[in-house]
């Protein structure tokens, strides 16, 4: 759902598929929400994928989200400065830029945090993502064939992690962002029942049959 066609209640639909171009299918040019969820929901043979509510990922993922794009709008700022001195342009303009730079950012931030999430709904993986565009993509399980468990070091400060399940479809993969660590595993060991078992050490088993179900 990118930004101007969701002002206008609007979407489009593509399918993650093996053996296209690129592996992903336009369904859908740029239509009715609510005909681009009645066509996915068909596709999928699973009705409330495309439209149930996420687990949001937490405090700890919205500082994360507001950080990134401030860090990016501070980029800016001081690129900016530079170019103005050496340009010897008024610093109010300066003041200007950066003020609105720093509400785009901290709008953004809000945005992409609104849109994260995940959800196990049946045999469908979902993951939510995006910041202008609100993405919601939808993975049967039984395309997934591993997982990849990821942390930066500020992640590994904060009991974050990127969950990403690998498939032979599409991009190759769809990306949880931002999760935290326990449950992260715990909704690849539900949405895999078996496939974690050799992987996962005993505290963590015991994560996983105590976690929530995220669904």
Known sequence: EPVLLRLVGGAELSTLATGVEDGVTQVLPPCPRGVAIGV????????????????????????????????SAAVMIVVATAAAWWFDVPWVWVVVLSAVLLVLAMALG?????????????????????ALARIRTVLETDGIIGWVVSQSWWQRRIGLADLAAT??????????????????????????????????????????????NPA
């Open 40 to 71: 996915g929901e068909a596709v999928l043979e699973h009705p409330g994928a495309l439209t149930g509510v996420l687990v949001a990922h937490g405090p700890k993922a919205r500082r994360r989200a507001w950080t990134r794009q401030l860090w």
């Open 110 to 130: 809000e945005a992409s945090y609104r849109h994260l999430g995940h959800a196990l709904v049946g045999d469908h993986l979902v993951a939510g993502s995006g």
């Open 167 to 212: 498939t032979a479809a599409g991009a190759e993969q769809v990306l949880v962002r931002d999760v935290r660590l326990d449950v992260a595993v715990a909704l690849a060991d539900r949405a895999t029942p078996g496939l974690l078992t050799d992987f996962v050490t005993a505290a963590q088993a015991r994560a996983i049959s105590t976690a929530p």
